[in-house]
Structure formats: C-alpha cells, structure tokens
C-alpha cells in the first residue's frame, strides 16, 4: 500500500466492535460526548490532528456502519503505553448501514469496507467522505 498523505484524508474512522450505548452509557442521538480510542501504532499517527473530522464506526454484525459523526479533539497521546486519541462525537439519529456504502460507488471502496478487519484508525478519502455525508440522517 502507498503511505497516506495528508490530502488523502479527508476523515479519520476510528472503529468499535461495542455499540455506542456501551461505549457511553445512556448515549442519545444528538448527543455530543467525548472520549479515547485506542490506535494501532503507525505513521498515520503523525498525520492525525485536532479539529480533523473523525467518523465513529460500529465493526460486526449487529448494525455495522457510521454511528456518529464528529472531529478529532486532541494530539494523539500514549494511554498504558498504547497509542490512543480523544474524539468529540455526536451520535446519529440512525446509523449509517454498512450496506448503504457498500452501495455507493463513491464509498464501496473505502479502506474501512473492503478491510472490516483493520486497525485503528482507518480513513476516508476526500471523495469518500463526501459519500458518507450524503448518506447522514436528515436530522442527526
């Protein structure tokens, strides 16, 4: 794979495989909370910065896809010695299914989609990005 640069990130994904009402107990739609994720080692670390748009993505089978939508709210910090980010998230009205993007010919070829599996974070092109905002609920 080509190492990243910053023009082809529009927006950070960082993934979980727990549901938002876990992740923040009692979380409603339209909520803002903030929170760290835990980061997978890499340089794409170095490319990661305040008040980038970040995407909260729900891995497995019980509703894959975009959660909540917000931006990256702090440097990447070590957490138990492990890389991690604080985001500022808002939870969406209805997620953005899996299957929708896998739809869109802008969006189905997302690192995130064709990699379920991958590590913390993922990104979207500038494209890409634009397909998944098209894809937000009305009223999120």
């Known amino acids: 794979m080509t190492r990243l640069l910053p023009a082809d990130v529009a927006c950070w994904v960082v993934k979980t495989a727990r549901p938002p009402s876990a992740v923040v107990p009692g979380w409603r739609a339209g909520e803002e909370h903030a929170f760290s994720r835990c980061l997978r080692r890499s340089y794409r670390l170095e490319l990661m910065a305040p008040g980038q748009p970040v995407l909260l993505w729900l891995s497995g089978r019980d509703r ?26 808002t939870l969406l009205s209805a997620p953005v299914p899996r299957a929708d993007l896998l ?22 092109t500038p494209a890409q990005y634009a397909a998944v905002l098209a894809h937000l609920p009305e009223r999120w």
């Open 103 to 124: 739809a869109d010919p802008l969006a189905r070829d997302a690192e995130v989609l064709r990699m379920p599996a991958g590590s913390n974070p993922s990104y979207l």
């Open 64 to 89: 894959p896809g975009v959660h909540a939508t917000g931006v990256v709210a702090g440097d990447v910090t070590e957490d138990d010695g492990r890389p991690s980010v604080h985001v500022r998230v």
